[in-house]
């Protein structure tokens, strides 16, 4: 999640903007709210007030990277802004007001990009994120004083509908970049996804424990914010899971001690380092925008052991997942690996998510399709 795009603007200078295609607002307009509203064609409508700003412009990432739209300042302080066709999926999004950066006041905020960030989600059609007439399982917040790290960690557990019934395996869930523990909650509906699947009996039941994907102590969190340091973190955190987050779920909540991992992008990496160094310990492992830092040309896996999985015997299920409209490097990173596992005859599931970029409907699918293929 640390790409950033500037999206091109036109100013138009006149008082008002007529739309003759119905618009419906937004499911991310906060209540009350009119908008951001968006018709069947994907197009959107912004009215924010800004009363003494000089310029605004709309900012975003990756699924509004092509965007364009049409800009006029009313005369009541109001700017308002009618764009080209969104992309589908979820998209972060803020206003640039003479140079600085400001949310929408008329959205929920969700954290992005290192902060609280506004929202817009285009519908594909897609219900399975909906939150329907199912039994529903519920997400706890819970909490761990690390030794690796020297203070508390915060994660969240989502607990199945029939949680208290039985025994369930666990899967450990990361998110991306800029991001925290909210997302999966949040922005990838991770609840409404796993009642649903539940409700069809397309999936074993699960626990998943949505874990905090940064790892630091005191002393590391004053080291430059580079891949050097988000490897250290990955290390330190493989030994928060293995030698303190796993015992902790395993001693608390009722479960059967099979284990899976899954992460988007940074979280994919953390995914597969930790899943492949302990193949023992996990039966699945999803990387959703697989990203591999501090790789070489002679050694793209130099930070990454992925060779552990070749050696194994118990063979974890392998799962990648990737946008298909994503950057370029994520290509490359799933490619690399993909060509790396065929050559070396390990069996894995590749999934593409049509028409999506590097963002929340991605992921959402990722995970969709990653959890009825595991705990089998």
Avoid at 241 to 257: A, F, G, M, Q, R
Wanted: proline share 5%; net charge neutral; glycine share 8%.
């Amino acid at each position: 999640m640390q790409s950033f795009k500037t999206i091109t603007s036109i100013l138009v200078l006149s008082s008002t903007l007529l739309f003759s295609q119905t618009y419906k607002t937004s499911s991310t307009a906060k209540a009350g709210k009119e908008f951001p509203k968006i018709n069947k064609d994907r197009k959107a409508e912004f009215k924010v007030y800004f009363p003494k700003a000089k310029s605004v412009t709309i900012e975003g990432g990756d699924g509004m990277q092509n965007l364009s739209y049409d800009a006029a300042e009313g005369t009541d302080g109001f700017w308002i802004f009618n764009t080209s066709p969104l992309e589908i999926g979820f998209h972060y999004y803020w206003f640039n007001v003479d140079g600085k950066r400001t949310n929408d006041p008329n959205t929920e905020l969700y954290f992005g990009y290192g902060q609280p960030t506004s929202g817009i989600e285009i519908l594909s059609g897609e219900d399975f994120f909906f939150d329907k007439n199912v039994k529903h399982g519920k997400i706890v917040d819970d909490s761990l004083n690390s030794e690796i790290t020297k203070g508390k960690r915060n994660f969240k557990v989502y607990l199945p509908p029939s949680y208290g019934t039985k025994k369930f395996p666990v899967l450990y869930l990361y998110h991306g970049t800029g991001e925290d523990i909210t997302g999966w909650e949040k922005q990838g509906y991770i609840g409404n996804i796993l009642d649903n699947l539940f409700s069809d009996k397309k999936a074993e039941e699960m626990i998943v424990v949505l874990d905090y994907g940064v790892a630091l102590n005191p002393e590391q969190e004053k080291l430059p914010d580079d891949y050097p340091r988000t490897v250290l973190s990955t290390k330190n955190l493989e030994k928060i899971v293995v030698d303190e987050l796993i015992p902790y779920i395993n001693k608390k909540y009722k479960t059967n001690k099979k284990q899976a991992i899954a992460g988007l992008s940074r979280g994919s990496y953390q995914a597969m380092l930790i899943g492949a160094n302990h193949p023992d310990l996990f039966s699945a492992i999803g990387s959703f925008s697989p990203v591999i830092y501090e790789g070489t040309e002679t050694q793209p896996f130099k930070e990454l052991p992925i060779d552990n999985l070749l050696k194994s015997k118990s063979k974890p299920f392998f799962f990648m997942g990737i946008g298909e409209k994503e950057d370029q490097r994520f290509i490359n990173y799933n490619n690399l690996l993909s060509d790396y596992l065929n050559q070396n005859k390990y069996p894995f599931v590749q999934y593409k998510s049509a028409g999506t970029y590097h963002e929340w409907l991605t992921w959402r699918r990722c995970l969709y399709e990653f959890a009825q293929k595991i705990f089998k």
